[in-house]
Each structure stands twice: as C-alpha cells, then as structure tokens.
C-alpha cells in the first residue's frame, strides 16, 4: 500500500483588516515557524489544501510559497510537493547557487551611484 505522508500546519492567524497584505502575514508567520525550527524536514500542504483550511484565495498561499522559496526556507517540486528543509539546510548559500545554475564566473563591477553591477560570464 501507498505510504500516508503527515502534512504540518501551524497555528495560523490571518488579520484581514491589517495593512500587512495576508500573503505576507502568511509567509511571515511559516518562515518565523520554519527558523525556530518547527517546521523542519516537514511536508507543507499544497497551495490548494491550505488555502482551504485557512479560507483564503489559492494565489495568495502561492505568493506566500513563492517567497518562501526565494528565501530558500522551502523546496517545491513537481509531483511531491511543498517541503521545508531539514535542520542545517535552511538557506544553504552553496546549494542555492548550485541549485540555480549560477554562473562559473562572475564579475563585480561598481557603478558610478556605488551599485553594484554583475557580468555573467
């Protein structure tokens, strides 16, 4: 038989009539969880399931995964789902160079506001 995956959700708490989009208000509180170390190793519910356990549109649990994953507090995948890095993997620098293909060769150029500028080579 097919093996039972446990989900994890914690407590969340959505205040519509605060200025914080809820997007972020969501993100806020899953990445406060995943940097205390609750959520590690944990498979997330799909942007689907839990935008109906907390009755919210399905795009705003996507925005909230998609910074979550930019932070690199989240692995996404295709066909197995949402899940949080185990303890020691949140946001690895090494692995999430590696992961997007970086560049070999980068070179760091300051222009004349001080920015920094970057050429991929």
């Known amino acids: 038989m097919g093996r039972q995956r446990e989900l994890v959700v914690p407590s969340i708490v959505l205040d519509s009539a605060s200025p914080v989009a809820i997007y972020r208000q969501l993100a806020g509180q899953l990445a406060t969880a995943i940097r205390r170390g609750e959520l590690g190793g944990a498979q997330l519910p799909s942007t689907r399931r839990l935008s109906q356990l907390l009755g919210i549109l399905r795009n705003t649990v996507l925005a909230a995964y998609d910074d979550l994953a ?27 160079l590696r992961d997007a293909q970086y560049p070999v060769r980068t070179l760091r150029i300051r222009d004349m506001d001080g920015g920094s500028l970057y050429l991929n080579y």
């Open 70 to 96: 930019a932070d690199g507090l989240i692995e996404t995948r295709a066909g197995s789902g949402t899940r949080v890095p185990g303890p020691g993997n949140v946001f690895a620098p090494p692995r999430v």
